[in-house]
């Protein structure tokens, strides 16, 4: 199993690395022309906090704030990033994060261990409660991303070809 955003994960994958990814859109198909796409489900980018944050627990932060605070975001050349990135300037604002990380394991880490305000995708963090870190309540909403399942071609036909020949008598 690989945790790397969208662009290095299709790398690998039509590399032979891995044989499916599980990323977010978009995926541009004239570089990519021999991936076949499946949407599986949409995703939500959401605002995360350790125990040091704990004063804005019960507070509604508005894009302002949560935009001075210390945010720990994945790198630049995510699909989440540039999402988020383009929300904040849509709104005259422009991130200017503490931190720049490649997987949501280090920024889930960060948040616990309080180097930072951390953007994740909720969908992928479903033990928020179990762990030391919580989600920020704010007065706006992360535009809503679509995920896909995605594969190049010839792994499908490989993995097909091998399940029929298991499957022989």
């Not at 125990?51 to 932060?61: A, I």
Request: hydrophobic share 40%; net charge positive; proline share 4%.
């Amino acid at each position: 199993i690989v945790n790397r955003v969208t662009n290095e994960t299709l790398k690998r994958l039509i590399a032979g690395k891995i044989d499916i990814a599980f990323v977010s859109l978009p995926i541009d198909k004239s570089k990519h022309p021999n991936v076949e796409v499946k949407e599986i489900g949409k995703l939500h980018d959401i605002f995360i906090a350790g125990s040091k944050y704990d004063h804005l627990k019960n507070k509604t932060l508005s894009i302002n704030e949560i935009a001075s605070l210390p945010l720990a975001m994945l790198e630049p050349k995510s699909n989440t990033r540039y999402n988020t990135d383009l929300f904040f300037q849509s709104h005259g604002l422009k991130l200017n994060p503490e931190f720049e990380l490649g997987s949501y394991d280090l920024l889930f880490d960060f948040a616990e261990k309080n180097l930072g305000i951390a953007c994740i995708t909720e969908e992928f963090s479903k033990s928020i409660g179990s762990k030391n870190v919580f989600k920020l309540t704010t007065d706006f909403l992360l535009p809503e991303r679509r995920s896909k399942d995605v594969w190049v071609a010839f792994c499908i036909w490989h993995i097909c070809f091998l399940l029929r020949c298991w499957t022989m008598p």
